[in-house]
């Protein structure tokens, strides 16, 4: 397999899905590095993003395979570096047939060393140093994604831990009516149906419980999974990575050149440069001189042979090839331009929506739930005193908790959405800032 060959079917589509070009912004921005923590978190017994980090680092499968795989990628580009073998033959004439076996055969010994000329060496070398380079970054990259994973299950699991302790108020909210309304029932001032609604409201929120309980305990195997750890690992989960500030729009847009989509469109102009040298470089004749010994035992002479070999690049020079190659040159032109357009809408989308739910996050905080919780007092107050049936208290409570509920499910969202621009843009954008307000 020739060289052009070997990156049409190998190194391009490799490249095409994870490289990033020399000169984009994306490498000084530190972009597609997996985020270790500087230093070992303190030790706690609430799990924070940067302890799993940090756990992910020092035993994930995956990233020591990362490791691995850039180890060796000095040599590849050393190996491009060294020179043909040089070649030894051996020649008899005149051996056999009417003559006297080998007493009078000529013998001849040669030494041959092919000198590539017109850049070869320098095309292959690029052509390594592409490859080399398409190996390490698409290494980065997957160690980014394993980062996104990570953000992923570990909001994930927040979620389930606030889901389970909003089902653990609500269960002991609704243990407290069953005993409020049995006392009731006693007294004459509410009806059996009520209490009865009360226990079947109770064994809702068990139900509810269990569920919660089973969701909590995936959601911390499939985080503890990323360090080969066990769910008995975590016993709970900081909530100093609630809602950060969502980031500036024009920042996120300025990043767009480093984004995954923008850098595999890169990756495949780097690619092809490399193969149209690597074609130009191809026809151009190599010179290969050779040298040695010639002996004549008839006449017993021996004489010294010098040889030069220059192949003519007379019917094949790689027009066909290098025409193709500058047609996909042009047309990956176009594929970038629309690819950035595309990309910066994705972002606006994503940001947009971030920004609706951050909006909806503080309402929820300021307004909507603290009313949800007076009118809940207030509904609780009335019933003691006989003033509403235990129905409409219910419908309070059930909204107040709905309410909370939704509050839990924006907040993974909006950290989804966050992941989301992580993982377009290859940076790290959640950081411990102030939360965005208390349970």
Do not use: C
């Not at 320098?122 to 994604?145: C, G, N, P, T, Y």
């Not at 070999?309 to 025409?323: D, M």
């Not at 009313?371 to 219910?394: C, W």
């Amino acid at each position: 397999m020739g060289l052009s060959e070997f990156i049409l079917a190998r190194v391009l589509p490799f490249a095409m899905t994870m490289l990033i070009a020399p000169g984009v912004s994306a490498m000084d921005m530190e972009q597609w590095k997996f985020p270790i923590p500087t230093s070992s978190p303190s030790a706690s017994d609430s799990l924070t993003l940067d302890m799993a980090l940090h756990k992910i680092a020092q035993t994930n499968g995956l990233l020591k395979s990362v490791d691995e795989r850039k180890a060796g990628l000095s040599g590849m580009i050393d190996q491009s570096r060294v020179w043909p073998n040089p070649g030894f033959g051996f020649e008899v004439e005149e051996f056999g047939g009417s003559l006297p076996g080998f007493s009078e055969s000529g013998l001849s010994f040669s030494l041959s060393q092919e000198f590539e000329l017109w850049g070869k060496r320098k095309a292959r070398r690029k052509a390594a140093e592409v490859e080399a380079k398409a190996i390490r970054l698409e290494a980065d990259i997957s160690a980014f994604d394993i980062y996104s994973e990570a953000g992923f299950r570990f909001y994930e699991l927040i979620h389930a831990q606030e889901r389970l302790l909003l089902i653990r108020k609500a269960e002991e909210l609704t243990r407290n009516m069953v005993d409020i309304t049995r006392l009731r029932v006693e007294k004459g001032a509410s009806l059996v149906s009520e209490h009865h609604m009360a226990e079947l409201e109770l064994a809702r929120n068990k139900v509810e419980l269990n569920e919660a309980e089973m969701e909590l305990n995936n959601a911390k195997r499939n985080l503890a999974a990323l360090w080969n750890g066990t769910a008995e690992e975590i016993r709970a989960v900081s909530d100093q990575s609630q809602p950060i500030d969502l980031p500036d729009l024009d920042y996120l847009i300025g990043l767009a050149d480093g984004s995954r989509e923008i850098v595999t469109i890169d990756a495949q102009q780097e690619m092809i440069g490399a193969m149209i040298q690597s074609a130009r470089t191809e026809v151009r004749p190599s010179l290969e001189l050779s040298t040695g010994l010639k002996h004549l035992p008839a006449d017993n002479v021996s004489t010294f042979m010098v040889g030069i070999a220059l192949p003519l690049p007379l019917f094949n020079r790689n027009r066909g090839q290098l025409s193709y190659l500058h047609s996909q040159a042009g047309a990956i032109e176009y594929e970038k331009a629309q690819a950035l357009t595309l990309t910066e809408m994705e972002i606006i989308n994503i940001h947009e929506r971030a920004r609706q739910l951050r909006v909806m996050l503080e309402n929820l905080k300021q307004e909507v739930i603290p009313k949800a919780e007076e009118t809940f007092a207030a509904l609780g107050d009335a019933y003691q005193k006989g003033k509403l049936p235990y129905l409409t208290m219910l419908e309070g409570e059930r909204m107040l908790l709905d309410l909370q509920h939704d509050r839990n499910d924006a907040v993974l969202e909006f950290q989804h959405q966050i992941v989301a621009l992580e993982n377009i843009l290859g940076v790290m954008l959640h950081k411990p800032l102030e939360t965005i307000g208390d349970r």
